[in-house]
Structures are given as structure tokens and as C-alpha cells.
């Protein structure tokens, strides 16, 4: 079996800074790009950023110069920095890794999310 546990969400005040951490665990091989999702309320599940073993980047327009993603692969980690942080950016925050298990069974995988809300 594989895992994917987010941590790091939680409430911050606009212009301020948050790092998720995502942490796969399991019967995992290798473990090809890493990604972070976002659903707003009312919203449709959207990319926001991602990640190849390796290192090269992507990032949805609406975060480019705020939010940096990066891995660890020796962990199987993924983290998200985000700073600057907008109310537009409040949303559940879901990881997504595209790996091999150990039975060469590829697979896209998904954590639980983990809420992030900007407020004052």
C-alpha cells in the first residue's frame, strides 16, 4: 500500500508564509513527479504546482513568484513554501505523487488534503 500525508495547513493572515510537507510512504519503487492540488470552495480541483524526480518545476500562473515547490527524494517528500499568500489562495491542499510500487504497478496517488485559509 502507498500513503501520502500532508502536513503544515492552517490559518495565516494575508501577506503571510505556510510550507506543506508531503510524505509518501509504502510499497513505492521510484517515484516519477510530485504535485500539489488546491479546491477552493465552489472551485474545481486545480494544479498548482509540480515537480519531476528530476527537480525540474512547474507552476500555474496564478503562483509563480510566491510559491516555490521542492522534493526530497532520499525522504519521498515534496514541500510547498508559499508566502505572500492571498484570500484566493484559501483552499484544501492535496498532494499527488505518480509512482512505481515494488509490483512495477504504476500509479497516481493522492493525500488527504490539508486546509489552508488566508484571513485577517
Known amino acids: 500500500q502507498v500513503q501520502l500525508v500532508e502536513s503544515g495547513g492552517g490559518l495565516v493572515q494575508p501577506g503571510g508564509s505556510l510550507r506543506l510537507s508531503c510524505a509518501a510512504s509504502g510499497t513505492i519503487f521510484s517515484i516519477n513527479a510530485m504535485g500539489w492540488y488546491r479546491q477552493g470552495p465552489g472551485k474545481q480541483r486545480e494544479l498548482v504546482a509540480s515537480i519531476t524526480f528530476g527537480g525540474s518545476t512547474n507552476y500555474a500562473d496564478s503562483v509563480k513568484g510566491r510559491f516555490t515547490i521542492s522534493r526530497d527524494n532520499a525522504k519521498n517528500t515534496a514541500y510547498l513554501q508559499m508566502s505572500s499568500l492571498k484570500s484566493e489562495d484559501t483552499a484544501v491542499y492535496y498532494c499527488?505523487?505518480?509512482?512505481?510500487?515494488?509490483?512495477?504497478?504504476?500509479?497516481?496517488?493522492w493525500g488527504q488534503g490539508t486546509q489552508v485559509t488566508v484571513s485577517s
Open positions: 499527488n505523487a505518480d509512482l512505481l510500487t515494488w509490483a512495477k504497478m504504476r500509479g497516481s496517488y
